[in-house]
């Protein structure tokens, strides 16, 4: 229960006893005791003479005894004359009180129980304004201003985006130092927009600007303007925009910009949509006829592609900061400020981990040292090793071990078969990535995994690579018709993946017979689902013929080079075979001594020479339960 609760209980009960109280005092006739008579004992008290005096209000009767200092109560029907006869009769006083209450008591009744209410009305919503709530605040902002004592995040805490720190930390330079740039006529910038796929860091960023800025920093969310009531989006925007030029200098950092910042006229509903009518506010508080000097707009999204052009022009989003996924360098470098707190033995190498993890985002990688961790503590460890970075990177990328699912004998022959076939093709074939690691292990949605470790990021690729890879994706199935004479589904995946980075080869590439074309055209698709991307034929009946030939053609290349390299080494695949039915997992170096026709070393636990610690199950990670019908082909994407 949070103190705002606590204090309108708190009041509520207090009010209840002063109201309890003067009920109480209005309805008290004195300090002595009273007695509750009946109407009959009264009349005989009145015939005995004992009675001394009375008192009628209404059809109320008080009076006293003679003999007793106690007061007497009763109550009489309306108009019963006989009690006054009979009361004058023993010579009883009696005194009539007016009926007719005053104006004031009569309005402090009337009025009490409506002021009662209104002050718990207005005490209600004083608490819940004053605790952030703001229920009845529509128009007002939800802006969160960051507090100087809140732990300040800075640039030393992001790595990996080296390019966009230098684009903020100019920003913040100009609210320092705003002289030096006005002096030679440069004026600071309305806005900047983080672009970046998911996980990046930009909140990061805009979070480590406002540690580095010592300037007033609003937060708030895109999905904070808009609510049920009309014009509450725009007066929110009104709002957050006056509160950034009263504490000017200032940064309002706005997340997920797209939730407001749609492309207009997508859907029904035209200029009237309340999104729309929100957006219009937000172009006219940042480049209108008012200026908004010292206030800087930092935004954040990752689909630049919905906004409205309107909002991206010059003027209003001056920059646009591209926050990509890091390199091999800023992984390493992510790795390490993830690290600093996690206590690591002296095998971990983090260029390793960093050239093994390429497309991860510093999400990612945040969550893969995350789960090191946790395997460590798992095995009660005093400091995590490179082989519990190894079994976090693998679950990260391909799922946890299946360890509930039994693969029988013949399965784990087709997986094992099927894995030695993709491990051989990739060995012996030029323009390929190396190997890391071969596993028939299920995980995820893959029955077996064979693991590539890239040298460096590729950011274009050659038409050989690309060949390489479609061999190395018929491996797999070339394997089950020579050495197993016969074809399992465990490769559709791989049929998947080998057609569709053909028809990309055909279609995109412009790497056939087809000429540097492209076939098919880009448009937008349904505006109810934010303009996204569809594919429209562009291209005869003919022209589609030929590009199904020439799919068929690269696919068909890439199967007969499988084909002939696993056909002249089935000495290899059969031992290669063997050890991974044996060992379940095999690394670089083991399945090099395989080709090379050595003997491998005696099989040893990948912790042989880390202590578990007590009650460490070392046997329980390395040895699971294998299970898994034949489905789907796990393997690292082309590029």
């Given at each position: 229960?949070?103190?705002t609760?606590?204090?309108?209980?708190?009041?509520?009960?207090?009010?209840?006893?002063?109201?309890?109280?003067?009920?109480?005092?209005?309805?008290?006739?004195?300090?002595?005791?009273?007695?509750?008579?009946?109407?009959?004992?009264?009349?005989?008290?009145?015939?005995?003479?004992?009675?001394?005096?009375?008192?009628?209000?209404?059809?109320?009767?008080?009076?006293?005894?003679?003999?007793?200092?106690?007061?007497?109560?009763?109550?009489?029907?309306?108009?019963?004359?006989?009690?006054?006869?009979?009361?004058?009769?023993?010579?009883?006083g009696?005194?009539?009180?007016d009926?007719?209450p005053?104006?004031?008591?009569?309005?402090?009744?009337?009025?009490a129980?409506?002021?009662?209410?209104?002050g718990?009305?207005?005490?209600?919503?004083r608490?819940?304004?004053?605790?952030?709530?703001?229920?009845?605040?529509?128009?007002?902002?939800?802006?969160?201003?960051?507090?100087?004592?809140?732990?300040?995040?800075?640039?030393?805490?992001?790595?990996?985006?080296?390019?966009?720190?230098?684009?903020?930390?100019?920003?913040?330079?100009?609210?320092?130092?705003?002289?030096?740039?006005?002096?030679?006529?440069?004026?600071i910038?309305?806005?900047?927009?983080?672009?970046?796929?998911?996980?990046?860091?930009?909140?990061?960023?805009?979070?480590a600007?406002?540690?580095?800025?010592?300037?007033?920093?609003?937060?708030?969310?895109?999905?904070?303007?808009?609510?049920?009531?009309?014009?509450?989006?725009?007066?929110?925007?009104?709002?957050?925009?006056?509160?950034?030029k009263?504490?000017?200098?200032?940064?309002?950092?706005?997340?997920?910009?797209?939730?407001?910042?749609?492309?207009?006229?997508?859907?029904?509903?035209?200029?009237?949509?309340?999104?729309?009518?929100?957006?219009?506010?937000?172009?006219?508080?940042?480049?209108g006829?008012?200026?908004?000097?010292?206030?800087?707009?930092?935004?954040?999204?990752?689909r630049?592609?919905?906004?409205?052009?309107a909002?991206?022009?010059?003027?209003?989003?001056?920059?646009?900061?591209?926050?990509?996924?890091?390199?091999?360098?800023?992984?390493?470098?992510?790795?390490?400020?993830?690290?600093?707190?996690?206590?690591?033995?002296?095998?971990?190498?983090?260029?390793?981990?960093?050239?093994?993890?390429?497309?991860?985002?510093?999400?990612?990688?945040?969550?893969?040292?995350?789960?090191?961790?946790?395997?460590?503590?798992?095995?009660?460890?005093?400091?995590?090793?490179?082989?519990?970075?190894?079994?976090?990177?693998?679950?990260?990328?391909?799922?946890?071990?299946?360890?509930?699912?039994?693969?029988?004998?013949?399965?784990?022959?087709?997986?094992?078969y099927?894995?030695?076939?993709?491990?051989?093709?990739?060995?012996?074939?030029?323009?390929?990535?190396?190997?890391?690691?071969?596993?028939?292990?299920?995980?995820?949605?893959?029955?077996?995994?064979?693991?590539h470790?890239?040298?460096?990021?590729?950011?274009?690729?050659?038409?050989?690579?690309?060949e390489?890879?479609?061999?190395?994706?018929?491996?797999?199935?070339?394997?089950?018709?020579?050495?197993?004479?016969?074809m399992?589904?465990?490769?559709?995946?791989?049929?998947?993946?080998?057609?569709?980075?053909?028809?990309?080869?055909?279609c995109?590439?412009?790497?056939?017979?087809?000429?540097?074309?492209?076939?098919?055209?880009?448009?937008g698709?349904e505006?109810?689902?934010?303009?996204?991307i569809?594919?429209?034929?562009?291209?005869?009946?003919?022209?589609?013929?030929?590009?199904?030939?020439?799919?068929?053609?690269?696919?068909?290349?890439?199967?007969?080079?499988?084909?002939?390299?696993?056909?002249?080494?089935?000495?290899?695949?059969?031992?290669?075979?063997?050890?991974?039915?044996?060992?379940?997992?095999?690394?670089?170096?083991?399945?090099?001594?395989?080709?090379?026709?050595?003997?491998?070393?005696?099989?040893?636990?990948?912790?042989?020479?880390v202590?578990?610690?007590?009650?460490?199950?070392?046997?329980?990670?390395?040895?699971?339960?294998?299970?898994?019908?034949?489905?789907?082909?796990?393997?690292?994407?082309?590029?």
């Open positions: 229960m949070n103190s609760v606590k204090q309108l209980l708190l009041w509520v009960s207090l009010l209840a006893c002063l109201f309890i109280l003067w009920n109480y005092v209005a309805k008290t006739t004195g300090g002595g005791k009273e007695e509750q008579v009946s109407l009959s004992q009264l009349q005989n008290d009145a015939d005995a003479g004992k009675i001394q005096d009375v008192t009628v209000n209404g059809n109320e009767v008080t009076g006293h005894y003679k003999d007793k200092k106690e007061t007497f109560h009763t109550i009489i029907p309306s108009n019963y004359p006989d009690l006054y006869k009979n009361l004058r009769e023993h010579g009883v009696i005194t009539i009180k009926q007719t005053s104006f004031w008591v009569n309005a402090l009744v009337s009025l129980p409506v002021a009662l209410l209104l718990l009305f207005l005490f209600m919503m608490q819940m304004q004053s605790g952030g709530n703001k229920a009845m605040s529509f128009g007002k902002s939800r802006a969160r201003l960051l507090s100087m004592q809140q732990k300040k995040i800075t640039f030393k805490d992001v790595a990996g985006v080296d390019e966009a720190k230098e684009e903020l930390k100019e920003i913040i330079e100009f609210l320092r130092e705003s002289q030096k740039f006005q002096k030679l006529g440069g004026r910038p309305k806005g900047v927009l983080l672009v970046g796929p998911p996980g990046t860091g930009k909140t990061l960023l805009a979070r600007v406002a540690g580095e800025a010592n300037v007033p920093f609003f937060s708030i969310s895109g999905s904070d303007f808009v609510e049920m009531f009309v014009g509450v989006g725009a007066s929110r925007v009104r709002d957050l925009f006056e509160q950034g009263k504490n000017a200098p200032c940064i309002i950092f706005i997340d997920e910009i797209d939730a407001v910042g749609r492309h207009r006229g997508a859907g029904l509903g035209g200029g009237h949509d309340e999104r729309e009518q929100t957006l219009n506010q937000l172009l006219v508080e940042m480049d006829f008012e200026a908004n000097d010292g206030v800087i707009l930092v935004a954040a999204t990752n630049p592609d919905v906004l409205d052009p909002l991206l022009r010059p003027g209003r989003f001056d920059r646009r900061v591209i926050v990509d996924r890091p390199d091999i360098k800023g992984r390493e470098e992510v790795l390490r400020v993830h690290s600093k707190k996690v206590p690591m033995s002296e095998d971990v190498n983090l260029n390793v981990l960093a050239r093994g993890t390429p497309g991860f985002s510093g999400a990612d990688l945040a969550n893969m040292v995350n789960e090191a961790a946790l395997t460590a503590a798992r095995f009660n460890r005093k400091a995590v090793h490179m082989f519990d970075f190894e079994t976090a990177k693998d679950k990260v990328m391909m799922g946890a071990e299946r360890k509930s699912m039994l693969l029988s004998d013949e399965e784990k022959k087709v997986t094992a099927h894995e030695a076939g993709h491990v051989l093709v990739a060995a012996l074939r030029n323009h390929s990535d190396p190997l890391h690691k071969v596993t028939i292990i299920p995980r995820g949605m893959a029955l077996g995994v064979t693991m470790l890239p040298e460096e990021d590729k950011h274009t690729v050659t038409k050989d690579y690309l390489t890879q479609l061999a190395v994706f018929m491996g797999g199935r070339c394997a089950e018709e020579i050495f197993l004479k016969q399992t589904t465990g490769a559709g995946n791989d049929i998947q993946r080998s057609t569709a980075l053909a028809r990309a080869m055909v995109e590439y412009g790497m056939s017979r087809m000429g540097p074309l492209t076939f098919g055209k880009k448009e698709g505006v109810f689902l934010g303009r996204e569809g594919q429209a034929r562009d291209f005869s009946d003919d022209t589609a013929k030929q590009i199904d030939e020439e799919v068929r053609n690269f696919v068909d290349a890439g199967y007969q080079s499988a084909y002939s390299i696993l056909d002249g080494n089935h000495d290899i695949m059969h031992r290669m075979s063997a050890a991974l039915l044996e060992r379940e997992t095999l690394d670089a170096a083991e399945i090099k001594l395989i080709i090379e026709g050595k003997e491998l070393p005696e099989a040893r636990s990948p912790l042989s020479a202590d578990p610690g007590p009650g460490g199950d070392v046997q329980k990670v390395l040895k699971p339960e294998n299970g898994r019908k034949p489905g789907f082909e796990g393997q690292p994407s082309p590029a």
